[in-house]
């Protein structure tokens, strides 16, 4: 398996997510002449035709000489690009590598889907990132086929990486439902916590354009120092809690509202709801 530096990586589908990864990707050096992109709307095209990558309307032409092909497009659509590869794939004696960051789609749908006229299937890697992403600041959880090798996850590890600052491989593909319901859809929870700190900030009287400020940045710092800090989340919080301080208060309020249920349930319904839209996207 070639480096990245070495590799010739397509991207099916120029949205957010792909132009996140290939402006990463550009950022590391990674010549732009290796990098292909499928597009079908001119707006989405020229955006990333200004990176100055390769830029196409056909699938086939951008996939057909890519060591490693990214699967962007909606879900819904995901196996219509997959059986057009599929068939154009049957005359290569070396599959590429296929990156689904189709949401739901399951692993076996993607090598029945993407599988050649000799019954040769891609090697196939599915992924979960999240909308940090586009800040550079993403997670995501990736669960392989049984043929991957290693070369192989190296390859996409340093793909992501140009966007991704934790890159965790699950050992079951279930699990990657758990990713969802943590890291994919996480980035709302801290949106949806921080809109109401603002909203009762500005209650109390701080203006908002301060309060929004100060929420943020509390957020981000406190990030920061999950990410950076050798200590747990608990004894982080148990550092900035004095005993009958303030934050005290706060977070005796929170218990007592059943905080820790309702994050329990929320993650779980998330995860239930990512399960559910795998067995019917699988079923197109």
Not at 225 to 241: C, F, G, H, I, W
Not at 254 to 264: A, C, I, R, Y
């Amino acid at each position: 398996m070639p480096s990245l530096q070495a590799s010739k990586l397509a991207f099916i589908g120029g949205g957010n997510m792909a132009s996140a990864i290939i402006g990463g990707l550009v950022n590391q050096g990674v010549s732009k002449q290796n990098i292909s992109v499928s597009e079908p709307w001119d707006v989405n095209r020229e955006k990333i035709a200004a990176l100055g990558v390769k830029t196409t309307t056909s699938n086939v032409e951008a996939a057909q000489e890519a060591d490693l092909v990214v699967i962007a497009v909606k879900p819904q659509v995901t196996k219509g690009v997959c059986e057009e590869l599929g068939a154009a794939w049957s005359q290569r004696a070396t599959l590429p590598v296929v990156v689904s960051i189709a949401a739901g789609i399951t692993l076996k749908s993607l090598e029945d889907w993407s599988r050649v006229s000799d019954d040769r299937s891609a090697h196939v890697v599915r992924v979960m990132p999240n909308t940090p992403a586009l800040v550079g600041e993403g997670a995501s959880g990736l669960f392989a086929s049984k043929d991957v090798t290693a070369e192989e996850k190296d390859l996409v590890n340093a793909v992501l990486g140009s966007v991704s600052k934790a890159t965790e491989w699950v050992d079951k593909e279930e699990l990657l439902d758990v990713v969802t319901g943590l890291s994919g859809s996480g980035p709302a929870y801290f949106f949806a916590m921080v809109e109401h700190l603002i909203a009762s900030a500005t209650a109390l009287g701080l203006p908002e354009e301060q309060a929004t400020r100060l929420a943020a940045q509390t957020c981000l710092g406190a990030g920061k120092m999950l990410a950076e800090s050798s200590d747990s989340p608990t004894q982080l919080r148990k550092n900035v809690t004095s005993p009958n301080g303030t934050t005290y208060a706060a977070l005796q309020t929170f218990e007592s509202l059943g905080f820790n249920e309702t994050v329990d349930k929320a993650v779980k319904a998330a995860t239930s709801r990512a399960a559910e839209l795998g067995d019917t996207l699988g079923k197109q």
